[in-house]
């Protein structure tokens, strides 16, 4: 079956611009999280929803980070006001609860 | 907090040689580990995990990994090395109350004739 999807595979913005990524996770898995995968930083935990909970966000490192997840299934990080220390691989990976994950291919996002 | 340490960024072995690639961990209850592989330009892909079900755990491509708790470790190892196993490998450990994973630094791995 289909796997975790993510667009764009590339985003290069200019520094102060908003982006929004998209992670689309596999049918019927309650669960969808945000990574970041960055030279410095290595691999980190953004934000993890699970069913109708609210969602953890202790991974997000500012304020100009959020994501939703609409109807369950489909989720939109967001930055705003781009920096270019937000230059990274944004993972999205989906799992049923408490089970394993499956990872995207990411979004190469390049702030210049 | 529960965390894991990954000796060593990268590794280089002969093809036909054993891999063995180090993970300790560090956590205050039983941990659900695990280790993911990535392959260049690709997301991660999972390997194998530990559950508390057995202590020797095999995985796929022919990589098992052994929980010792005596030595807070979780190594992950194959009898013998192929040129399609150099990718990076990621150790990581399920971490606070819910699912999300905090993970190593990642392993290097090269496979040279």
């Known amino acids: 079956g289909a796997g975790v999807s993510q667009s764009p595979s590339n985003k290069v913005t200019e520094k102060g611009k908003d982006v929004e990524l998209r992670c689309d996770p596999i049918s019927g898995h309650t669960a969808l999280y945000w990574y970041r995968q960055s030279l410095g930083q290595g691999l980190e935990f953004l934000i993890y929803f699970q069913g109708n909970s609210a969602p953890d966000k202790s991974g997000l490192p500012s304020d100009r980070f959020s994501a939703e997840r609409t109807g369950g299934s489909v989720s939109t990080l967001t930055i705003q006001r781009t920096q270019q220390e937000d230059s990274a691989v944004y993972l999205c990976?989906?799992?049923?609860?408490?089970?394993?994950?499956?990872f995207g291919p990411g979004t190469r996002l390049t702030v210049t | 907090a529960q965390s894991v340490t990954q000796l060593g960024s990268h590794v280089s072995v002969s093809e036909g040689a054993l891999v063995l690639l180090r993970c300790n961990y560090s956590?205050?209850?039983?941990?659900?580990l695990f280790w993911y592989v990535q392959y260049p330009n690709k997301g991660l892909q999972l390997l194998l995990k530990?559950?508390?079900?057995?202590?020797l755990v095999k995985g796929i491509n022919g990589f098992e990994a052994e929980f010792k708790k005596s030595e807070t470790s979780f190594h992950l190892t194959k009898p013998s090395a192929h040129m399609s196993d150099a990718a990076e490998y990621f150790c990581a450990v399920r971490t606070g109350g819910g699912n999300k994973l905090t993970f190593g630094t990642g392993t290097q791995l090269k496979v040279e004739l």
């Open positions: 990976a989906s799992s049923s609860y408490l089970d394993e994950q499956y």
């Open positions: 530990y559950t508390s079900a057995a202590t």
């Open positions: 956590s205050s209850v039983p941990p659900y």
